[in-house]
């Protein structure tokens, strides 16, 4: 696991290596281990180094073995050693034990495609000297992050955004339609970071750019719902469990202390409980819970530790968390509008006491149909039978009510079709709404974006049954914006490697020829998984109704934390920006501090107003003495000059 940075200039420009150093050095709790570089004239990789396989000569950047191919990977690639096999019948040389060097060599044989070979999560970047070409490549399901931006004939790249802003020449200018998204779905777009000019690169995309040519970004893999109902449930119950048993086995290898968390709910239950069986040691579980009990599931996981036998660790928070806001919002890179990133960072710091990597169970309920909103589509489904006119009118009547009036949410709501009504039911700030919360300055820019068309322009065909539909929106949408942006973030803001079994590839591409009748079977969730569970897990962990992780941040704002919230939210610092009309934040506060669940509304305010005190309105870092930087850059060149083969 590292952080990857780099620049080419695309125009001849020579690269400076301090400007690559200070890239890697923003990273440096995504690899606390080691650092390495390759400068050659126009072209810049840099790595931050977490060691995880292969201690010792497994140091980044890797060559091929005349050295005309570097690569720098942030990941892990978990069928490294049968790839290596293969590769060394085919009379290529490798000279580390690392999973990182397969990379260089699967190119050689099948260039670009090099990635469909590749099993795991990752982001690299491969320069390839004689054509003078710089690859990206993404994981398929965006486990990891890579941003990139082309600025006065300098293409660049960085695991996180504020690599990139520690160049001087790239400018920190918001992007409109990346707000709309954020204050729309609680976070930044597919394509987009909030700044504009600087892009990310999708899920299951990669990247090509060569000297005086614009990038190319090309989809090389995507999820298809394809149901095989030629086949029996119990056959598929029987390979889910092998398939789950192949995906915890594979992110095993490693060499380091390792663990999991554990919620107490099914997915990581399931995790936890497969790891047990594959391991002679007892597994380090890692839990975090809270003193409100309807946000508590501590019990839950102490139920599942003890039937498995693992070493258990866990801790309560209180609001006093609210002092580690400014680390958080830091790490997270943009602002965020999921406050369980909160809870994800504390248990990340809790388990890297302990280890270096984690598996968790993200992933099973965008995979098994888990989520309740999936249970109150198929009931809404019933009011496509009453007459559009019927209901396009009570879409009009909603409208006229005033905010916050009983009912005008519901009328509004029935108006709308199908995927229009998902959305609606996962939208933060409505349309309307947007127009009374942002002021008039920046309004304009912000309700010419229309978040709901870019997430409606990914749904698949109208021949894909409504359920695998709106499975795959939240796959490429609210999976890796949302939930895996967050577990990157938190974990490698506490240098901790976090696996994610139920997203193998192999394992997804299988889920999704599941029928959706066995997904979500008769108003009960999950039902496939929880089949293939049961006898494996606790009756009462499978059957209990989804908790979510979420923070009782409602409670916190209206007691503890009211005067913290109002006094920055309504600050001259805030108010100054000239982004948010002051009195609909009065009125947010006093709705939420009637009884009002506008706590979601509030952190996203929250996390953008310190996002831009910390990456807007001052310099990132302190002034950099580069003479120390550039020693230690060309002792890391040395190092890594003289490959070994054998």
Not at 351 to 369: I, M, N, P, R, T
Not at 610 to 630: G, N, T
Request: hydrophobic letters at 40%.
């Amino acid at each position: 696991m590292c952080g990857i940075a780099g620049i080419f200039g695309t125009s001849g420009q020579r690269v400076e290596p301090v400007d690559v150093v200070a890239m890697c050095d923003a990273l440096r709790s995504r690899g606390p281990d080691d650092d390495g570089y390759y400068i050659n004239n126009d072209i810049g990789l840099g790595m931050r180094r977490l060691s995880i396989i292969d201690l010792e000569t497994g140091n980044q950047p890797i060559f091929n073995e005349d050295r005309s191919i570097v690569v720098v990977l942030n990941g892990e690639i978990y069928n490294y050693r049968s790839l290596k096999q293969s590769l060394i019948k085919k009379k290529h040389s490798f000279y580390t034990e690392s999973d990182t060097e397969v990379i260089v060599h699967l190119y050689e044989e099948y260039g670009d495609q090099c990635v469909h070979q590749l099993r795991g999560m990752f982001a690299f970047a491969l320069w390839d000297n004689n054509r003078r070409k710089l690859l990206l490549a993404r994981d398929r399901l965006g486990i990891k992050p890579l941003f990139y931006g082309h600025f006065h004939g300098h293409f660049v790249f960085g695991s996180e955004l504020k690599s990139i802003l520690q160049l001087p020449w790239v400018e920190r200018q918001l992007d409109w339609n990346a707000v709309a998204h954020l204050f729309t779905f609680l976070t930044t777009p597919r394509a987009q970071s909030i700044l504009s000019g600087i892009n990310k690169l999708e899920a299951g995309h990669m990247l090509t750019v060569e000297s005086n040519r614009l990038p190319v970004v090309t989809r090389y893999w995507d999820v298809e719902f394809e149901p095989d109902y030629d086949r029996s449930e119990d056959s598929f119950v029987e390979e889910l469990r092998a398939r789950l048993e192949e995906s915890v086995r594979l992110r095993l290898i490693c060499d380091v202390p390792f663990g999991a968390f554990l919620s107490g709910g099914i997915d990581s239950s399931s995790v936890v409980a497969t790891m047990a069986r594959q391991c002679s040691q007892p597994i380090k579980t890692f839990s975090v819970g809270f003193s409100e009990q309807a946000f508590n599931e501590l019990a839950h996981a102490r139920k599942v530790a003890e039937a498995f036998g693992t070493d258990h660790h866990e801790l309560i928070l209180e609001p006093d968390v609210i002092n580690v806001l400014d680390d958080i919002v830091w790490d997270l890179d943009e602002p965020f509008g999921d406050s369980s990133a909160i809870p994800t960072y504390m248990v990340s710091k809790l388990a890297s006491q302990h280890v270096k990597v984690v598996q968790s169970g993200d992933g099973g309920d965008e995979l098994f149909a888990g989520y309740d909103r999936y249970c109150v589509e198929q009931r809404e489904r019933r009011y496509r039978y009453i007459p559009g006119m019927v209901r396009s009118l009570m879409g009009v009547v909603g409208a006229q009510l005033s905010e916050g009036t009983r009912g005008r949410n519901f009328l509004k709501h029935i108006a709308l079709n199908g995927p229009d009504r998902y959305l609606d039911a996962g939208t933060l700030f409505a349309k309307d709404s947007q127009h009374s919360l942002f002021h008039h300055s920046a309004a304009e820019a912000v309700l010419q974006a229309d978040p709901w068309k870019d997430m409606l322009e990914s749904l698949p065909d109208d021949e894909v049954h409504w359920l695998s539909a709106l499975q795959y929106l939240d796959i490429k949408n609210y999976l890796s914006l949302d939930i895996l942006t967050k577990v990157d973030r938190m974990s490698m803001a506490n240098s901790l490697e976090v696996r994610v079994p139920l997203l193998d590839h192999k394992f997804v591409e299988f889920a999704a020829t599941i029928p959706p009748e066995f997904r979500l079977h008769k108003g009960n969730t999950k039902h496939i998984f929880k089949r293939a569970m049961r006898g494996i897990l606790p009756e009462d962990i499978i059957d209990r109704p989804k908790q979510g992780f979420a923070i009782p941040l409602g409670e916190w704002f209206r007691r503890d934390l009211s005067s913290f919230v109002r006094d920055l939210l309504l600050s001259h610092t805030s108010q100054s920006r000239n982004i948010f009309n002051a009195d609909y934040i009065e009125r947010l506060l006093s709705m939420h501090g009637q009884g009002r669940p506008l706590d979601q509304q509030l952190w996203t305010l929250i996390s953008f107003e310190l996002w831009c005190r910390r990456f807007l309105d001052s310099p990132l870092f302190p002034a950099v003495d580069h003479k120390p930087l550039r020693r230690n850059w060309q002792s890391k060149i040395h190092k890594s000059a003289m490959p070994r083969v054998h």
